[in-house]
């Protein structure tokens, strides 16, 4: 093959690094429940019958590598995919 029709690498050097991210369980359930609609973290810790502290720590890497972002609506941190790519894989399985 040509290197002029190859993926260029650094593109493939972050989509790698964000399936990575992305390939634990937990962070896959909690991109699925964001997808179908954004949520705080008590609602997804209940949802994954998961300790908050643990929910929050998948959250903070995913928020860390920029997949997902938040926001304050009240007294609430309200989390939503932020990364397009990310955001069309969850919706292939979770539409």
Same mark, same amino acid.
């Given at each position: 093959?040509?290197?002029?029709? *190859?993926?260029? #690498? ?10 990575? =991210?992305?390939? /634990?369980?937990?962070? &896959? $359930? ?9 949520? *705080?973290?008590? #609602? ?10 643990? =929910?929050?720590? /998948?959250?903070?890497? &995913? $928020? ?32």
């Amino acid at each position: 093959m040509e290197n002029n029709i *190859c993926c260029p #690498e650094e593109q493939i050097k972050e989509l790698a690094e964000k399936l990575k =991210v992305c390939g /634990h369980p937990i962070r &896959l $359930k909690i991109l699925c429940l964001i997808y179908r609609e954004d949520a *705080c973290v008590m #609602e997804l810790w209940k949802c994954l019958n998961q300790p908050q502290p643990v =929910v929050s720590q /998948h959250l903070a890497i &995913l $928020k860390e590598k920029g997949i997902v972002s938040s926001e304050i609506q009240g007294n609430k941190r309200i989390y939503s995919i932020e990364d397009d790519f990310i955001a069309k894989m969850v919706q292939s399985f979770a539409g």
